[in-house]
């Protein structure tokens, strides 16, 4: 159950439900609980009178008092009662401890392997869980965007903006980014792929420590690059380029109508040139202008590299799909004269030789999946094992890089797993990213393996 507070009433402890887009508000989800004053800064900074709360997931300190214990009235007297505690655990440990000549007490013992087993998975569930909740509040509110383009062209601009501004404030945050694969994408197939690429383009540009501004518009580009598609019949929206067809033709139209749109809805000129050269080429073999890598944008290099590498985990015809370490390798490969090099060979450092997403057999020959790698360490991602003995709603996943020799041996593809593996690691149909602080995962020995 909820009800609604007084925003000059909001105390530390409180879990309260914001009823806003995700991009009217620069916290992670909308949904969290108060974990300092600052947040209820922000939040009477937001022009709100009142806001939901559940008072059954909150969590108000105790004040500790000489008639006895009654629920927190703010921050200061949440000091308090933790420092009249510490007082009185200090004076229950001086009346505990042995007098001169006794014997000491025995000390409490450790947390564990198993308990701490247990917090790790807590931890690990509540950051997947995060990740799963921001990506489908900014992929509600992208479609809400899109659906908007056509009949306020304008405001649908202006929402765009918000949108990138709202992943960026997320992103501006102090330490390593780690790059996610999650359970399943949110949105439909266009949604998801637009969301996809604003955040890998996003992140490649927080590599290059590109400016607040170029970001902006770079993201804003990135979440529109194919608004044109909505002009297309439905037929022609989802082309595999790589197979000819009577609507390859039609297909390509889409970054005309698109710029067409995004001058409508009056985006910066450097968002508009994103959406124009999504499809361009370093090597001039791109669509519609055939321009060079001399005549792209910096953002517009960095969305075109990131948008074919998203099409190629979630090609059109699905069977037709690469896993995320054959896509990266064909670009490698293959299509090195149509990329910067200093982008592709960024985009390799973050997203690692075996992107998240991808499966894989270890060198003790266990198969695993790779849900997330730091870009400071790309060859060591987080791996979760294939253990018949652990239930894999129960599997923690493993730092490689604090698993002494363990490492990855080969990438498969998911139809060479055996059908036990299938079952426990389920690769994704549909990849799907977002990002998180960069954690240090479990050693080896320490998970439930």
């Known amino acids: 159950m909820s009800s609604t507070i007084a925003i000059e009433d909001l105390k530390v402890g409180m ?52 008639e006895g214990v009654e629920l927190a009235r703010g921050p200061a007297t949440v000091r308090d009662a933790r420092s009249h505690a510490a007082l009185a655990q200090g004076d229950a ?59 306020d062209p304008v405001g649908a601009g202006e929402d765009a903006r918000r949108l990138a501004g709202a992943l960026l404030a997320k992103m501006t945050v102090d330490g390593d980014l780690c790059v996610r694969v999650l359970v399943e994408a949110s949105g439909d197939r266009a949604t998801a792929h637009a969301l996809n690429v604003t955040v890998l383009a996003m992140l490649m540009g927080r590599m290059f420590n590109l400016p607040p501004d170029e970001m902006l518009d770079m993201g804003t580009g990135a979440l529109m690059h194919d608004v044109g598609k909505l002009d297309l019949p439905d037929r022609a929206r989802h082309v595999d380029l790589e197979i000819p067809s009577p609507d390859t033709l039609l297909y390509r139209d889409h970054v005309a109508l698109g710029l067409a749109r995004a001058q409508r809805m009056k985006l910066n000129p450097q968002a508009q040139l994103v959406v124009a050269q999504h499809h361009e080429a370093a090597d001039g073999s791109g ?20 948008n074919r590498y998203d099409n190629l985990c979630n090609a059109p015809p699905p069977m037709r799909s690469l896993t995320p370490h054959e896509a990266l390798s064909k670009l490698f490969a293959l299509s090195r004269s149509k990329f910067d090099n200093t982008m592709l060979n960024a985009f390799i450092r973050m997203m690692g030789i075996y992107p998240p997403g991808s499966v894989v057999q270890l060198t003790d020959d266990r198969f695993a999946m790779v849900m997330s790698v730091n870009s400071a360490r790309p060859l060591k991602p987080t791996v979760m094992v294939c253990d018949p003995q652990v239930p894999a ?22 139809q060479q797993l055996p059908p036990p593996a299938t ?27």
């Open 287 to 306: 669509f519609p202008k055939g321009l060079n890598l001399e005549r792209m944008s910096t953002a517009s290099r960095v969305v075109a590299l990131v």
């Open 15 to 66: 879990f309260i439900h914001l009823d806003l887009g995700w991009m009217s508000h620069p916290f992670p989800l909308s949904n969290f609980k108060i974990v300092s004053t600052d947040q209820i800064a922000t939040l009477r900074a937001l022009s709100l009178s009142r806001v939901r709360w559940s008072p059954s997931r909150s969590d108000l300190h105790p004040e500790i008092t000489d």
């Open 93 to 151: 440990a001086e009346s505990q401890a042995p007098a001169p000549g006794e014997p000491a007490a025995h000390p409490p013992p450790a947390s564990t392997l198993a308990e701490r087993q247990a917090r790790q998975l807590a931890t690990q569930r509540d950051d997947a869980r995060r990740c799963e909740d921001q990506f489908a509040e900014a992929a509600q509110d992208l479609k809400c965007t899109m659906d908007k383009s056509g009949t």
């Open 423 to 449: 079952d426990y690691l389920q690769p994704r149909q549909r990849v799907a990213y977002f990002f998180d602080l960069a954690k240090a995962a479990v050693p080896a020995e320490e998970a439930l393996v």
């Open 393 to 414: 709603h129960q599997s923690l996943h493993i730092d490689l890089e604090r698993a002494g020799d363990l490492g990855i041996r080969r990438s498969l593809k998911p």
